[in-house]
């Protein structure tokens, strides 16, 4: 692969480096082709075991509702207790995993945070104009990793 | 970098060659560096997403669980309804994610998939000797990818 040397040593010091010089290159070559397939596998791996450990995270809550169903025909006014419970458990689980509960209202809009589904009177919602009057369906996310936005009505001033 | 020449070329075309090697390798060696960072930081980003994904993907069953709350004080019968409604929804989710159920009983013993909890006469619990004889708590996963095995009793000759 190397040229033929044409300043007529034939092996000479020179092209002796040239010749590791270009092996060194040739294998740096090879393991960056190495790494890349490499880590194409690996990604897929890695995703696989958080895949895995986010869904065992959510396993007890199964459990709970399992619980709840074999005890319902027994005792229904239980079963309420029991629901409590699973969301206790399941919000525990997405507290645990990094979100937090977007579900207070009265505080001021953050399209960030909120979408809005519906607008209603400032004042028969007793909040300020631009806060937030109901939370419809709660939202779950992190600050800048948002899993889904809150559907809420926000308060607006009364047309006069 | 590159050693002086020791065959009286200072400039000639095999030292050039090697020069132009050199500069090969190191900049070879420079994208391995770089794609080793990257990766690493590809990695743990790739994880982020596919645990938003996963999270994401148990949100409608918290939702059913507000519902099913709301609805409870009005109605107390509808909420074992409910809860039937949220388990479906659960294991769809868990299915969904590549992951099955495995609540079985009277299927033959398997180590790989059970977890023996106790063992039980085999003709009081009415399953051949070395059968699931019942299941204490399900297990979940898919095959090579168990999450966790099945709490089972298993059936077993009686001693005479």
């Known amino acids: 692969m190397a ?5 007529g040593a034939t092996a000479g010091p020179t092209q002796r480096a040239l010749d590791a010089a270009e092996d060194r290159w040739r294998r740096a070559a090879a393991d960056l082709d190495n ?12 995703r696989e075991i958080e895949r895995e ?4 995270a959510f ?4 459990d709970t509702i399992d619980r709840a169903l074999e005890h319902a025909a027994a005792d ?13 458990q399941a919000l525990a689980v997405v507290s645990g995993l990094g979100y937090g509960r977007e579900d ?3 505080v001021p809009f953050d399209p960030a945070r909120h979408e809005v589904v519906g607008l209603v009177d400032a004042d028969g919602a007793g909040t300020p104009p631009g806060s937030v009057a109901s939370v419809v369906r709660p939202g779950y ?20």
């Open 3 to 7: 040229p033929p040397p044409a300043d």
């Open 59 to 62: 396993l007890p809550v199964l």
């Open 35 to 46: 790494l890349r397939k490499r880590y194409a596998r690996e990604v897929a791996r890695e």
């Open 53 to 56: 450990l986010v869904t065992s």
């Open 76 to 88: 229904p006014e239980s079963i309420v207790e029991g629901i409590r419970t699973l969301r206790e």
């Open 104 to 106: 207070e209202p009265g």
């Open 141 to 160: 996310g992190a600050p800048g990793r948002q899993l889904r936005p809150a559907a809420v009505t926000v308060a607006q001033r009364q047309e006069s």
